[in-house]
């Protein structure tokens, strides 16, 4: 519950209408975000989870691409989004969650993060975004 309540309290004032949580601990600590905040949850899963018609975008890993997907009709203009993952590290898959909601005429009004990897500059793709993150680890 301290978890929540510290991913919460700082996005009450925010407006915030729908919560995006990341496959796949982001769903964990984001429906309980959105539960808490009496929103709407929106999953954002990996290529070909979601059934319905979907928009997708890809992001770099170390090793390889990835693709991030949610419903076409999950959000849509009006809706201020609460993007939620448990770990920050390079930012990839956090900036391809804020361009899926920009895509869908949606705002972001930040995103928050359990853990932050500080190291690997993660913030640096998110630039101009609220961000908040409970636990910093500045070094490997």
């Known amino acids: 519950a301290d978890v929540e309540d510290r991913l919460?309290?700082?996005?009450?004032?925010?407006?915030?209408?729908?919560?995006?949580?990341?496959?796949?601990?982001?769903?964990?600590?984001?429906?309980?975000?959105?539960?808490?905040l009496g929103v709407g949850f929106v999953p954002a899963r990996k290529a070909g989870k979601l059934p319905a018609e979907r928009i997708a975008e890809s992001y770099a890993l170390e090793y390889g691409e990835a693709v991030l997907e949610i419903h076409a009709d999950a959000l849509?203009?009006?809706?201020?989004?609460?993007?939620?993952?448990?770990?920050?590290?390079?930012?990839?898959?956090?900036?391809?969650?804020?361009?899926?909601?920009?895509?869908?005429?949606?705002?972001?009004v930040g995103l928050a993060f359990v853990i932050e990897l500080s190291f690997l500059s993660g913030r640096k793709p998110l630039a101009g975004h609220k961000i908040v993150a409970l636990v910093d680890y500045a070094s490997e």
Request: aromatic share 4%; net charge negative; no cysteine.
């Open 76 to 108: 849509g203009p009006g809706d201020r989004v609460l993007i939620v993952d448990d770990l920050l590290a390079t930012g990839g898959t956090a900036a391809a969650a804020v361009r899926l909601v920009e895509r869908s005429g949606a705002t972001v």
């Open 8 to 36: 919460v309290a700082a996005f009450l004032d925010d407006g915030v209408t729908a919560v995006l949580g990341i496959e796949s601990r982001g769903f964990i600590f984001g429906a309980s975000v959105a539960r808490r």
